[in-house]
């Protein structure tokens, strides 16, 4: 029985990396459109960290960041973060929206819709991905969107991770066009039953 990501074998966890792998292409793919220009993605890095490590993956607890939160409700239930740095924020939001990327850290209001469109359309292909393998039917929120530094964007999952032990599922995507390539963060935290239902869904 999984009560948690840290009772995952070695086999669950090549499964949760390799889900995580397609719905990135599929999040990138998505965002592709959504700029309409060709976005290029180097595989993503899936993996398990001990929650304390996933802000100096990011580059320490004190860089700013945004940080895009949905909850997940149906078969499966939980949250999904997007994370990106502030820069790398700018820089996409920026190229949306017709202006030079290097520009100012500041967001608009209409920036700041902007990014969560983004957010939403990232994290919802990727949960479409995971639907489609899964055969669970998923629901996400409506996104909340934070600025802050990465150690207080990521106190909010803690709370959650703190229910099923002390280690993050955290799947890294670098992508980018002729411009400039940004890395991007996913962090999903399924429920403890969640796991459970995922896993089980793939005859695991």
């Given at each position: 029985m999984v009560t948690g990501i840290d009772d995952l074998s070695n086999m669950h966890l090549d499964v949760l990396k390799e889900i995580g792998n397609?719905?990135?292409?599929?999040?990138i793919t998505a965002l592709s459109k959504l700029l309409n220009r060709k976005v290029d993605m180097e595989v993503p890095k899936v993996k398990i960290l001990e929650f304390h490590e996933v802000s100096e993956?990011?580059?320490?607890?004190?860089?700013?960041?945004?940080?895009i939160m949905l909850k997940?409700?149906?078969?499966?239930?939980?949250n999904i973060t997007f994370i990106l740095r502030q820069k790398d924020a700018a820089t996409r939001v920026h190229m949306l929206m017709g202006k030079p990327p290097e520009t100012d850290l500041e967001f608009s209001e209409l920036e700041i819709s902007a990014l969560k469109e983004i957010g939403n359309i990232l994290t919802g292909s990727y949960?479409?991905?995971?639907?489609?393998?899964?055969?669970l039917k998923m629901m996400p929120s409506i996104p909340?969107?934070?600025?802050?530094m990465a150690g207080a964007i990521l106190s909010v999952p803690a709370i959650e991770f703190g229910k099923i032990?002390?280690?993050?599922?955290?799947?890294?995507?670098e992508f980018g066009d002729e411009i400039k390539a940004v890395n991007g963060y996913?962090?999903?935290?399924?429920?403890?039953?969640?796991?459970?239902?995922?896993?089980s869904s793939l005859g695991l």
């Open positions: 397609i719905g990135a292409g599929n999040a993956t990011l580059g320490g607890a004190e860089i700013p960041v945004v940080g997940v409700t149906g078969d499966l239930t939980g949960l479409s991905a995971l639907s489609g393998l899964t055969n909340d969107l934070a600025i802050d032990g002390d280690k993050a599922l955290l799947i890294e995507s996913f962090i999903l935290i399924p429920t403890i039953e969640s796991y459970s239902a995922i896993l």
